[in-house]
Nanobody
Framework: QVQLVESGGGLVQAGGSLRLSCAAS????????MGWFRQAPGKEREFVAA???????TYYADSVKGRFTISRDNVKNTYLQMNSLKPEDTAVYYC????????????????WGQGTQVTVSS
């Protein structure tokens, strides 16, 4: 069992930055790959970024490549640094954990956080 808690969302103007955090508990963090997803109103949940157990491999959706950076520490935290934010980045952002393997499909993740709202104004 893994518990995930996101934080760091908020309201920001276009071009601004936010840093999301995801704190994990209840499992051996280093054995879990981590991912970030987002869901805008009326849309399906979409992949944003993923990071391997070691942190050595990262993956990004084309829509955020070059603007977002996923990272993790060795304790329990995963981060999503979001720069040059656009109004179309507005969504609820979720972190998710996957035992052992790094994946980009939502259905393959084992546990999810409650989400944090990110709103980008134009």
């Amino acid at each position: 069992q893994v518990q995930l808690v996101e934080s760091g969302g908020g309201l920001v103007q276009a071009g601004g930055s936010l840093r999301l955090s995801c704190a994990a508990s209840g499992s051996i963090f280093r054995f879990n790959a981590m991912g970030w997803f987002r869901q805008a109103p009326g849309k399906e949940r979409e992949f944003v970024a993923a990071i391997s157990r070691s942190g050595g491999n990262t993956y990004y959706a084309d829509s955020v490549k070059g603007r977002f950076t996923i990272s993790r520490d060795n304790v329990k935290n995963t981060y999503l640094q979001m720069n040059s934010l656009k109004p179309e980045d507005t969504a609820v952002y979720y972190c998710a954990s996957k035992w052992m393997n790094t994946v980009v499909t939502a259905a393959q993740y084992d546990y999810w956080g409650q989400g944090t709202q990110v709103t980008v104004s134009s």
